[in-house]
Structure formats: structure tokens, C-alpha cells
């Protein structure tokens, strides 16, 4: 297939890793040489429950023999989709009881970016530098790394960055401010959480000033960093939740979340505020609800915690200066950017898939699934320590 591959699909890199996938079945991927491969990303971070888990795959089944698209979103009720509403809300603060279902992580980013110009009548949004909340253009507006950006301005205008964890920048946040979008951790910058109730201070800023504070928990959210919402750990409640990533258990969709009252804005003056023919699709939609309803019913969100632990305990080493991240989503920094390309490489060629972070080249990405045993966990350090050694 590798030469059909590079001739007909669009490539995102000059190199990509091609491997030939024969199937997948939970921690490990196969290639058509049936080599195995031990998971320890997840599709960055998307199989929460790794690969074809039973009631993932059975749910998608059932839900084939009754019916697919039937609607677009918002005119017919389906069950798929209502449940997994009201699971996110029952596992959600309070207020932030309404969900609109999309269908990618970047499509939550744009309705959220949308629903906090509406909802303010203001325009101005803050955004950090660093950030990554997806690649449409309005979410590419609002990440910040101009290196990425300068080849396809004009974005959107309207927004100011500030730097994440900067107290002082937070007096930026005025009240011509719309929303604030801050991942709780910032991913492609190099998994590097809120120091000093920093998230606690940009919400009690926007409180003040009457802005909307958006925290992206597309891939710290549903269970990844030991709580359902990545920001349960650091005392902080947003206005609107954005998701996506774990929360399909390996199948595409999104969500932004926020309170009935606000959401409710985007039905009129105009009504269609926002509008898509395949957001919660039902197939998708009953994925996702036996994705959340395993993660929740199961003991999987403190396991991180626990699995984050060993990793840690294991992966002791000279050459890794730091390991970063909260629960199942940690990076190993070392000391330059070629160190830790190598280790991916060699640990792909002793069937470890590991990958790199967006914007920080001395990181190597750890989001395993949820599901990852302690001996995949053991098995998997064994091989990068290993690797460490023969490059050193
Ligand atoms: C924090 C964050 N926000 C947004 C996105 C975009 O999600 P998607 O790729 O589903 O559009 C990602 C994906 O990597 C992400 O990590």
C-alpha cells in the first residue's frame, strides 16, 4: 500500500511513519507484517479504551441495525445522542448542563469561540500563546504559534494572546473581552499544567470583567489527567467546556458544553447560531456513551493517577531531565530536540509507538489508553530505558 500512500493521500509531513495497519486490538496496533506495536499514545490521546473494546464496538453495532444519519442536528430526538447529553452533564459542574454535540474537536472550538460572541455581544477574544485548539480558521486564529499561522493570515482578528500561567498579562482581559480559551494543559506546548491557581485567577478576571472563560479539555477531559474534567484538579469551574479526543473512544465527534441559558442564544436573533448536518451523529454519539459510561463506571479515572505513578517510578534515567503532565498525559523531556526524535524512532523499531508534541521538540509524547495494564506500562518503559541506553 506505501507507494499508493504517498501518490493519492495527502501527506501532513514530508515523513510520515506509514506503517501498514493489518488491525488493532487493545494496547497494541498490527501491521501487515503482523508486527505488534504497544500503544503508548492512543491516537493522540483519542482510544481512551484502546482498540475495538468490546462494548465500544458492540454499541456501534446495535446502533447500525436501527438507523444512521437521520437529521441534522437539533430537529429529531435520538437516543444515542440524548443519553450521551445528559451522561456529560450528570458528570459536569452544575450549570454546565447543555451540550452541543460536534463533530471533531476544532468544530467545539468554533461554536464556543461563536456562542462567546453571542452570548456577550462583544467581539475581542484572549487567547494564549502556544496554544493549540484545532486547525479550522477560526481555532487556528486562536492558537498561538505565529509559525504555523503566518502562511494562512488573515485569520480572524479580534484577538489578543497572553502568556499561560502570567498573572500580570490577565489585566488584558477587559470588558470588550468576549471569551478567554486556555487549555487547562497546555498540550503541544509540552504538557505543562497551571502553576499557582492560575485558572482559579483567569476565571475570577473574567468574572469581574464579564467575559467567558472557554477551558479546551479536548485532550485533558474524560478521565485522561485522574478526574472526568481536566480542571476538577485545579479547583476552577469555565464557563463553556470544549471536548472531543477520548470522548469517542476512538471514533470522531466533539462538544461544547456550557449552561442552558447560554447555549440557548444560539437558537435565535439569528436562529441557526450554529448548524451541522453530521454533529452527534448517532452511530458516533452511542460510541461515545458507552465510551463514557465504561470510564465512569469503572474504577479507569483514578487508575491514571495510579498508572501515572509507576511511569514515573519507572522511567528514571539521567537523560530524562523531566516528565511532565498530569495522569495519562505525560512527556518526557530531554535534552534536545534530535535526542527525542531518536528515541521515537528506535522505540517504533522495538515496537513502542511513542509521537511528538506540536510546538516543544525535546518532548516524547506518553498517552497511552486508559486501558493500558501495569505490565504494557512496565514492558513499554523497559523498551524506552533501553533505547535511552543504546543512544547514550
Ligand atoms: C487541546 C486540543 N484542542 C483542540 C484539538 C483539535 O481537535 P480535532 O483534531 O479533533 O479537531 C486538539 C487536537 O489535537 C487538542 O489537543
Given amino acids: 500500500m506505501k507507494s499508493d500512500f504517498f501518490k493519492y493521500q495527502a501527506q501532513t509531513t514530508p515523513h510520515p511513519l506509514a506503517i501498514e495497519i493489518s488491525h488493532a486490538q487493545g494496547s497494541y496496533i498490527y501491521d501487515q507484517n503482523q508486527k505488534q506495536y504497544l500503544d503508548f499514545i492512543a491516537g493522540i490521546s483519542a482510544n481512551s479504551l484502546g482498540h475495538n473494546h468490546p462494548s465500544v464496538t458492540q454499541s456501534i453495532k446495535n446502533q447500525l441495525d436501527k438507523y444512521t444519519h437521520v437529521m441534522v442536528y437539533g430537529e429529531f430526538i435520538q437516543q444515542p445522542q440524548l443519553e450521551l447529553c445528559k451522561i456529560l452533564a450528570k458528570n459536569s459542574p452544575k450549570n454546565l448542563d447543555t451540550i452541543y454535540l460536534t463533530n471533531s474537536g476544532t468544530e467545539a472550538t468554533e461554536g464556543a469561540l461563536k456562542l462567546t460572541k453571542r452570548y456577550t455581544n462583544r467581539s475581542e477574544i484572549i487567547a494564549c500563546k502556544n496554544a493549540y485548539h484545532g486547525n479550522t480558521q477560526g481555532a487556528m486564529s486562536v492558537c498561538g504559534a505565529e ?8 485569520l480572524i482578528p479580534g484577538i489578543k494572546f497572553i502568556e499561560f500561567n502570567n498573572i500580570l498579562n490577565l489585566e488584558l482581559i477587559t470588558t470588550e473581552t468576549a471569551g478567554v480559551i486556555i487549555e487547562t494543559i497546555q498540550g503541544g506546548a509540552g504538557f505543562i499544567e497551571p502553576q499557582n491557581n492560575y485558572l482559579q485567577k483567569v476565571q475570577q478576571r473574567c468574572n469581574e470583567v464579564g467575559a467567558l472563560l472557554i477551558l479546551d479539555e ?25 471536548t472531543g479526543k477520548g470522548l469517542g473512544g476512538g471514533m470522531p465527534i466533539g462538544a461544547f458544553i456550557s449552561s442552558n441559558k447560554i447555549v440557548a442564544t444560539l437558537k435565535e436573533n439569528p436562529k441557526l447560531g450554529h448548524i451541522t448536518t453530521f454533529g452527534g451523529h448517532p452511530v458516533i454519539a452511542a460510541a461515545a456513551l458507552a465510551t463514557v459510561k465504561e470510564i465512569t463506571k469503572t474504577d479507569l479515572i483514578h487508575q491514571t493517577l495510579e498508572k ?4 514515573r517510578k519507572l522511567l528514571i534515567h539521567p537523560e530524562i531531565i523531566e516528565i511532565r503532565g498530569k495522569g495519562l498525559m505525560l512527556a518526557l523531556m530531554v535534552k534536545n530536540e534530535e535526542f527525542a526524535s531518536q528515541i521515537i524512532l528506535k522505540c517504533l523499531e522495538k515496537g513502542l509507538l511513542l509521537f511528538w508534541l506540536l510546538f516543544e521538540g525535546k518532548a516524547v509524547r ?19 530505558l533501553e533505547v535511552i541506553d543504546e543512544l547514550v
Wanted: with cysteine; glycine share 8%.
Fill in 308 to 311: 501515572e505513578k509507576l511511569i
Fill in 218 to 242: 479536548i485532550q485533558t477531559g474524560i478521565g485522561r489527567t485522574g478526574t472526568f474534567w481536566g480542571f476538577e484538579n485545579y479547583d476552577c469551574t469555565p464557563d463553556i467546556i470544549i
Fill in 366 to 384: 506518553i498517552t497511552p489508553p486508559l486501558t493500558i495494564s501495569n505490565e504494557e506500562i512496565k514492558k513499554g518503559c523497559a523498551i524506552i
Fill in 147 to 154: 509559525e504555523q499561522n503566518r502562511a494562512f493570515r488573515p
